[in-house]
């Protein structure tokens, strides 16, 4: 079982920047690919970046490439997500997910998930 606390969401202006963490609960964090995936309101859940247990690849949507960066440190069992230029469609509860084996794309293949950070873009 592991168990994952996503941090750092908030609200700001268009053009602003937000880093979401999502701390894990097990020491093997290092074993698992991590996802982020977002939820907007009246919106089925979205994927957004993955990346490998060793950091060796990455996965991300087309709608955030150039924008946002995921990255890992085992050490501090812990995930990032680094939003940059941030656009008020990016509004949306943010979800760190983890699975065993590779990173995906899809939400079915992972098996834990937080419980989200809300993430609001001004216009």
């Known amino acids: 079982q592991v168990q994952l606390v996503e941090s750092g969401g908030g609200l700001v202006q268009a053009g602003g920047s937000l880093r979401l963490s999502c701390a894990a609960s097990r020491r093997t964090f290092s074993s698992y690919a991590m996802g982020w995936f977002r939820q907007a309101p009246g919106k089925e859940r979205e994927f957004v970046e993955a990346?490998?247990?060793?950091?060796?690849?990455?996965v991300y949507a087309n709608s955030v490439k150039g924008r946002f960066n995921i990255s890992r440190d085992n050490a501090k069992n812990t995930l990032y997500l680094q939003m940059n230029s941030l656009k008020p469609e990016d509004t949306a509860v943010y979800y760190c997910?983890?699975?065993?084996?590779?990173?995906?794309?899809?939400?079915?293949?992972?098996?834990?998930w937080g419980q989200g950070t809300q993430v609001t873009v001004s216009s």
């Open positions: 997910a983890a699975r065993i084996g590779a990173p995906k794309d899809e939400a079915g293949l992972y098996d834990y």
């Open positions: 990346i490998s247990w060793s950091s060796d690849m990455t």
